[in-house]
């Protein structure tokens, strides 16, 4: 059975998308916590594994990874960037049975992935997606919403209908 596997240049994407960055030019780190909130609902949606790439080439240290809801978050070592983590992602994760696709909207990224073997998605296709995505959780939110008895006990049809006779005065 093929898996897919999403990675996301995570600070790409958060300059790529309207929402995140004016959440940004408030707060830095709930521009990166609604990304993972949102990769978590695409998760969910779609059941493909998904992993955040952040740039943390700049601060000392070692890589951090974490798994935030049922994403994976990477945090990249020092003096490494999200793009060299992403290419040895691909190339660590990459098998007959796995797809990869990788979200950035960095031009020489995309052919570099492509070339490995990986999908790209441009982080305007991923917003796209997403729009999809909403758009299909809201109906089957609304489906169960529909479906589900008004009363919290089961009733038969014929107990439903003595009730409402009841009800009505009848």
């Known amino acids: 059975m093929k898996k897919d596997v999403l990675l996301v240049d995570g600070y790409n994407v958060i300059g790529a998308w309207p929402e995140l960055q004016a959440l940004k030019k408030e707060d830095f780190a709930q521009a990166r916590d609604r990304l993972i909130e ?10 493909w594994r ?10 000392p240290g ?11 978050v990477v945090f990249t070592r020092e003096n490494e960037t999200a793009d ?3 290419e040895k992602l691909v190339s660590e994760l990459s098998n007959r049975l796995t797809q990869i696709h990788v979200a ?7 052919w570099v992935v492509f ?7 441009s982080a305007r296709e991923l917003e796209l997606e997403m729009k999809e995505v909403d758009r299909m959780i809201a109906l089957r ?5 529909e479906n589900r008895p008004f009363s919290k ?12 006779k009841l009800r009505r005065g009848q």
């Not at 950035?104 to 995309?110: A, F, G, K, N, Y």
Request: proline share 2%; net charge positive.
């Open 62 to 72: 070692i890589e951090k990874r974490k798994k935030q809801y049922r994403v994976d």
């Open 115 to 121: 070339a490995q073997g990986a999908l790209r998605v």
């Open 141 to 145: 939110v609304r489906k169960i919403q």
């Open 104 to 110: 950035t909207s960095d031009l020489v990224e995309q």
């Open 84 to 86: 060299e983590r992403i």
């Open 50 to 59: 998904v992993i955040v790439v952040f740039d943390a080439h700049l601060v």
């Open 38 to 47: 949102r990769m978590a609902e695409y998760q969910a949606h779609k059941g």
């Open 153 to 164: 006990i089961p009733l038969t049809d014929e107990v439903a209908a003595v009730f409402e």
